[in-house]
T-cell receptor, first 114, second 112 residues
Framework: SAVISQKPSRDICQRGTSLTIQCQVD?????MFWYRQQPGQSLTLIAT?????????ESGFVIDKFPISRPNLTFSTLTVSNMSPEDSSIYLC???????????FGPGTRLTVL | KQEVTQIPAALSVPEGENLVLNCSFT??????LQWFRQDPGKGLTSLLL?????REQTSGRLNASLDKSSGRSTLYIAASQPGDSATYLC???????????FGGGTRVLVKP
């Protein structure tokens, strides 16, 4: 299995500011993903974090709003830029080693924007 | 576009009763299907993963079946306990290393 940690676990931010969320995996993984879970909703994929190249974003999500880095095979960051109250959500990082492996999830970062 | 639906949205049962959670998906061309558990305010814990070539997977009191051609999966939890209270999510993947498409979840409450 893979153990994933996220920092911070929660934060309360002011409108117009930015927050960077870190995701650390305890072993090398092939794929890393960032999901958003809005209050009372299920998970929606924001983007696939590609090692050494630009992230692949899903429809409705753009790099200027959610810049992502993945400098190596165990670490990724997601920045939520110019935040508004609508960005209040839980942001989850996940990872997969490829093949028939399960997808492992971090504990999430609970973001509240005032 | 793949759509995943979970019915019911919420379920309340007395302790000891068996739980049956349903998941349906519109595109049968899946690579695998996973069932997750999510406790309030927490991340996801993987329960079972079923490859598209498999019919079922079992782990302890949990059993998940997959009927790929009809686009359905069912999670059975035998002899439910209060500790089983959580939201259960199913998700499908189209290919290895591909994103997961999630259902809306079933919120389960097991009453002592």
């Amino acid at each position: 299995s893979a153990v994933i940690s996220q920092k911070p676990s929660r934060d309360i931010c002011q409108r117009g500011t930015s927050l960077t969320i870190q995701c650390q995996v305890d072993s090398q993984v092939t794929m890393m993903f960032w999901y958003r879970q809005q209050p009372g909703q299920s998970l929606t994929l924001i983007a696939t974090a590609n090692q050494g190249s630009e992230a692949t974003y899903e429809s409705g999500f753009v790099i200027d709003k959610f810049p992502i880095s993945r400098p190596n095979l165990t670490f990724s960051t997601l920045t939520v830029s110019n935040m508004s109250p609508e960005d209040s959500s839980i942001y989850l990082c996940s990872a997969e080693r490829g093949g028939a492996d399960t997808q492992y999830f971090g504990p999430g970062t609970r973001l509240t924007v005032l | 576009k793949q759509e995943v639906t979970q019915i019911p949205a919420a379920l309340s049962v007395p302790e000891g009763e068996n739980l049956v959670l349903n998941c349906s998906f519109t595109d049968s061309a899946i690579y695998n299907l996973q069932w997750f558990r999510q406790d309030p305010g927490k991340g996801l814990t993987s329960l079972l993963l079923i490859q598209s070539s498999q019919r079922e997977q079992t782990s302890g009191r949990l059993n998940a079946s997959l009927d790929k051609s009809s686009g359905r999966s069912t999670l059975y939890i035998a002899a439910s306990q209060p500790g089983d209270s959580a939201t259960y999510l199913c998700a499908v993947s189209k290919a290895a290393g591909n994103k997961l498409t999630f259902g809306g979840g079933t919120r389960v409450l097991v009453k002592p």
